[in-house]
């Protein structure tokens, strides 16, 4: 599946990513205020592209110019997350390289991603979470339309062996759909 916007084509990943993933993943930056290290290497990068970034909704960011990989967009689907356990239910995560921080690409990838989990997948809630700190997520979760839900002390970030405190959000589709009409 590919989704595109009026700046953007979200697309599955390639093997042939690693190099532009790379480039903007060994930021440290990027990864650790979402909880994962800088890549060390193009071959970490071709890894996780093999074994994280292979989830059925997971996409590669790219600006129409071009089509190179400049972040990430995923919608985790009942066993990726651990934030529900329905199957109409899913969490969203994103992330894009610091070169293209403050462009709103996004806010308008997650637009996006949005109207695919609500009207091509059929989910009814989609949630989405950050850590303490992470205002640039929290402003995007906020420009989307998401509501507050709770806030967790000592959660666990695994990759970089520490715990946080995360604040979780989450957005309905009947929420979704009254946002779409009052943006009309």
Same mark, same amino acid.
């Given at each position: 599946?590919?989704? *595109?916007?009026?700046?953007? $084509?979200?697309?599955?990943? =390639?093997?042939?990513?690693?190099?532009?993933?790379?480039?903007y993943a060994k930021d440290p930056r990027v990864g650790p205020i979402a909880g994962w290290p800088p890549h060390k290497s193009v071959? *970490?990068?071709?890894?996780? $592209?093999?074994?994280?970034? =292979?989830?059925?909704?997971?996409y590669a960011v790219c600006l129409k110019t071009d089509n190179v990989a400049i972040g990430c967009i995923e919608l985790?689907?009942?066993g990726r997350t651990n934030m529900t356990d329905r199957d109409d239910e899913c969490e969203l995560g994103y992330w894009i390289g610091v070169p293209f921080w403050g462009r709103g690409y996004i806010p308008e990838a997650v637009r996006e991603i949005l109207r695919h989990g609500f009207e091509d997948l059929g989910m009814t809630t989609i949630w989405c979470g950050y850590y303490d700190g992470n205002e640039k997520s929290k402003r995007v979760q906020e420009k989307s339309g998401f509501n507050y839900h709770h806030t967790c002390h000592d959660v666990p970030v695994p990759l970089l062996r520490?715990?946080?405190?995360?604040?979780?959000?989450?957005?309905t589709k009947e929420q979704w759909q009254s946002g779409l009409i009052r943006n009309d």
């Open positions: 599946m590919i989704l *595109e916007t009026e700046r953007l $084509i979200l697309r599955p990943w =390639n093997e042939s990513d690693a190099e532009s993933l790379y480039e071959e *970490e990068s071709l890894d996780v $592209i093999k074994n994280a970034f =292979n989830g059925p909704e997971c985790k689907l009942k520490e715990t946080r405190i995360g604040h979780t959000s989450f957005l």
